[in-house]
């Protein structure tokens, strides 16, 4: 099994920047992708970016193309979700995904066995 606990998230300015991290134990090995997706209040779960652990392959959802950036530290079984010029539509709890599949569509909920909790992220006007 794959446990995934996310950290970093916080109270942050429209404008501002922050690092929401994902650290993984257990059966790290077994996973090839990593994901992230976020949840505001009465909305559904969405995909905001994933990375493939080999090759470093990027995807980002077009409301966070080129303000967010995910990466991974392999060494350390950690993904990073580094968030800049932040929204108030940013708002949200962010969750951190792993994938044991060898192929699959990365933006759907479905392609991910493993979730961590999510950590809030606010970003206020």
């Known amino acids: 099994q794959v446990q995934l606990v996310e950290s970093g998230g916080g109270l942050v300015q429209a404008g501002g920047s922050l690092r929401v991290s994902c650290a993984a134990s257990?059966?790290?090995?077994?996973?090839?992708?990593m994901g992230w997706f976020r949840q505001a209040p009465g909305l559904e779960r969405e995909f905001v970016a994933c990375?493939?652990?080999?090759?470093?392959?990027?995807y980002y959802a077009d409301s966070v193309k080129g303000r967010f950036t995910i990466s991974t530290d392999n060494a350390k079984n950690t993904v990073y979700l580094q968030m800049n010029s932040l929204r108030p539509e940013d708002t949200a709890v962010y969750y951190c995904?792993?994938?044991?599949?060898?192929?699959?569509?990365?933006?759907?909920?479905?392609?991910?066995?493993?979730w961590g909790r999510g950590t809030q992220v606010t970003v206020s006007s």
């Open positions: 995904a792993a994938s044991v599949y060898l192929s699959g569509n990365y933006y759907y909920r479905d392609a991910y066995r493993y």
């Open positions: 990375i493939r652990r080999s090759g470093g392959s990027t």
């Open positions: 257990g059966r790290t090995f077994s996973t090839y992708t």
